[in-house]
Nanobody, 127 residues
Framework: QSQLVESGGGSVQPGGSLRLSCAAS????????VGWFRQAPGKEREGIAC?????????YSQDSMKERFTISKGRAKDLVYLDVSSLKPEDTGNYYC???????????????????WGRGTPVTVSW
C-alpha cells in the first residue's frame, strides 16, 4: 500500500525548532515532487515548500517562508525533511507532506496537484 508518513511534530515553545520528516512506503519518491503543507485550526490548508525529484530544486510559497523553513531530501531514499526554526504560535497546526504523480519543475504549492498525502504530524507552539 502506497503511503506517506510524517513524523517529528510536537509541542515546543516559541523560538524553538523542529525537524519534520516525511517517509514514503509502498512507492518511491523518485520522479515525484514532494510538498509540505500545513493547516492551522480553523484555516485552510496552505503550501509551505516543495522540492523537485531530479535536481532537488526547492521552492517556497512565500519569500517569508524561506527565512524559517527549509525543505530537503534525506540521505536515505524516499525521505524528505522540513526544518522549521524560530517557531511562532501562529505556526501551530497539522503539517502534511504530499507527493505528485510525476516530476514537474517548478513544483506546485497547490494541494490539488498532489494525489498522495500523509495523515500529518501536529505542531503546537506555546508557552
Amino acid at each position: 500500500q502506497s503511503q506517506l508518513v510524517e513524523s517529528g511534530g510536537g509541542s515546543v515553545q516559541p523560538g524553538g525548532s523542529l525537524r519534520l520528516s516525511c517517509a514514503a512506503s509502498g512507492f518511491t519518491l523518485n520522479s515525484r515532487a514532494v510538498g509540505w503543507f500545513r493547516q492551522a485550526p480553523g484555516k485552510e490548508r496552505e503550501g509551505i515548500a516543495c522540492i523537485t525529484s531530479r535536481i532537488d530544486n526547492t521552492y517556497y510559497s512565500q519569500d517569508s517562508m524561506k527565512e524559517r523553513f527549509t525543505i530537503s531530501k534525506g540521505r536515505a531514499k524516499d525521505l524528505v525533511y522540513l526544518d522549521v526554526s524560530s517557531l511562532k504560535p501562529e505556526d501551530t497546526g497539522n503539517y502534511y507532506c504530499a507527493a505528485s504523480n510525476s516530476s514537474f519543475d517548478p513544483c506546485s504549492h497547490s494541494a490539488a496537484d498532489y494525489p498522495y498525502w500523509g495523515r500529518g504530524t501536529p505542531v503546537t507552539v506555546s508557552w
